[in-house]
C-alpha cells in the first residue's frame, strides 16, 4: 500500500476551512482529519491544501503553437508546455480548446486550424502528461454538411470533457458591434478591397443564418457529455442553448442572458481573467456584476492560467471564505463535468488531486501538486 500523510495544513473543505491533515493511499483520500497534526508524512507549514484546479476551458494551446502571427512550432512541444505551466499553476485538469467548424485551412491549432486532427492527436499527448488533459469542443453549430465530423468526434468521446456551441456568425453576438471591424481585418488578411470583403461577409451570414446543426449534436453527445454555449447575447440565444441541450452558460456577454440561464437551471461560466483584471477585455458582461447578482457557478481560465487561482485568492483578500472562492474552481467545474464523484474536493475515496499554495497579495504561489497522490510539481517550498 501506498500512504502518504500531509499535515500541518490549512485544509479547503468544500464548506469549511481548518487545519489538519490528509491521508492519501494508493491514489485516494484515505482520510481527512480536521485538527490533527502528525510529525510523520509532509509537513506543509500552515500552506494551503485545496483540491487540484480543475479548467473547463483554455485557449492557451494556441499561444504555445503560434506565439507570433507568422511563427509556429511542434504540437508535442506546445502541448508538453502546456502541460507543465498548467501544473505548476495548480490546475490538475485542464480542458484544452479545439474548435471544429468548416473552416480548417489554417495552422494545426490556430483558430482556423483543422480541429478534428488536433482533437486526435490528444488522444495519445494526454496519456503521458503531467495534468489530466480534456478536450473543450467548440462546435460551430452553422456547418453543414456536418455527419462526418460528429462520427469523428464519437470516437474520441473518452478524451472529450464538455462541447460547447460556439456560433460566429458574423454581426451577432459578440461580433455585433465589432462587424465592421471583422470586415476591414479580413480585406487586409485577404488582400482585397473592402467592398469585396463586404460581399464575401454577407454571403457567410447568410449561410450561417440558414443553418443550424444543434439539433444534430444534442442527438449524437447529449447523453454522453455536459453540453454549453459560448457568448450567448440575448435571451434567445439561452433558450435555443438550452432547448439543445445546453446545461452550461460559457461567458454569456450581457447580464440578461446570465439571468435567463440561472432562471432556466444552468450553470454560469465566466472567464477568470475578467474577474483578476476587473472587467471583460472586450467590453462584455463583468465577472465583477455577475458575481453580485450570483449569476457566476465557474471560473475558467480562458486565456491565462494564473488568473485561475490568482482570482480565487483575490476573492480570500477581499474577504469570501477560502472554500466559497475555491469552489468555483474545482468543486463546481467538477460538477459541471460531471465528474464530481471523483474530483474536485477534499473527501474520503475520492482521487487524491491536490495542490499545496501560499496566498501571495495578487496570485497563488503553488509549492506542490498532486495527481492520483503523485507528486507532479514542486516548487520552492
Known sequence: MNRQILSHATLILPGETVEGSVVIEDGKIAEVLPGQTFEAGMNLHGRYLAPGVIDIHTDYLERELNPRPDTHFPLEL??????????????????GAVRVSEENDGPLGSWRGNGLLLAEAYQNLRQSARARHYLHVRWDPNFEPCDESLARLLELRSSIGNLVYNDSTPGERQYK????DQIRRYALTKQISVVEAEAEFAEKRAKALQTNN????????????????HDDTTVEHVIEAFEHGATLAEMPVTIEAARKARELGMQICMGAPNYYRGGSHCGNLSAHHALAEGLVDVLCSDYHFPCLLGSAVKMMHAGAAPHTAMNLITRNAARHLQLDAELGSIETGKAADLIAFRAEPSFGDVTHAWVNG?????GVA
Open 177 to 180: 458591434n465589432t462587424y465592421s
Open 214 to 229: 444543434r439539433a444534430k449534436v444534442n442527438a449524437a453527445f447529449g447523453r454522453h457529455l455536459p453540453l454549453g454555449s
Open 374 to 378: 503523485q507528486l507532479k510539481f514542486a
Open 78 to 95: 506546445a502541448f508538453h508546455m502546456m502541460d507543465v505551466r498548467a501544473i505548476s499553476c495548480g490546475i490538475t485538469t485542464v480542458l
